[in-house]
């Protein structure tokens, strides 16, 4: 019914379009919401890590925010916004009973090879808890998306 993603630019949720617009209208056929918590393709972090990894960081997360902005039209339920800080996990919460968490350290190629711990909300404490802690801390800080800055960004990298 629910899902909470934090990342760099939700790039494996984007190119599946078709599975995403789907999961989008069963969430809302059960009242649920989806938050994408992306980090901002215009920020210092971003241009920072596209420097050290050799790829176009920036590029790719516009794409995902277009892919979104075209969604979010469609989608009353679908809520984004853009955070400025290095991202060290990626969340993906569900239904709001459980987390899996990625780590975006030590690795460059493909984050398909990093290992995944999954944390379920159970009991009085849990590590669920303290995830879930970090991202809503974090979704109250970061920004709206600026379209008008999406859409700028993207003519850019189409005229390089």
Not at 104 to 120: A, C, G, M, V, W
Request: proline share 2%; aromatic share 12%; hydrophobic share 30%.
């Amino acid at each position: 019914t629910s899902l909470d993603f934090m990342g760099n630019g939700a790039s494996k949720w984007t190119q599946q379009k078709d599975l995403l617009e789907e999961m989008l209208k069963k969430s809302y056929s059960a009242n649920g919401q989806v938050r994408f918590l992306i980090l901002n393709p215009a920020c210092d972090v971003c241009i920072k890590g596209s420097e050290v990894y050799g790829i176009d960081q920036s590029k790719k997360i516009v794409e995902s925010l277009l892919v979104f902005r075209d969604l979010d039209m469609r989608h009353t339920n679908l809520h984004l916004r853009l955070y400025d800080h290095k991202p060290e996990f990626r969340l993906t919460f569900i239904d709001q009973e459980t987390v899996s968490v990625g780590h975006y350290n030590q690795y460059q190629e493909d984050s398909k090879d990093t290992p995944l711990h999954i944390y379920r909300h159970r009991g009085e404490w849990s590590f669920y808890k303290a995830y879930k802690t970090y991202y809503d801390n974090t979704w109250e800080r970061a920004k709206e998306v600026d379209w008008d800055q999406i859409e700028q960004l993207h003519r850019a990298h189409l005229s390089k």
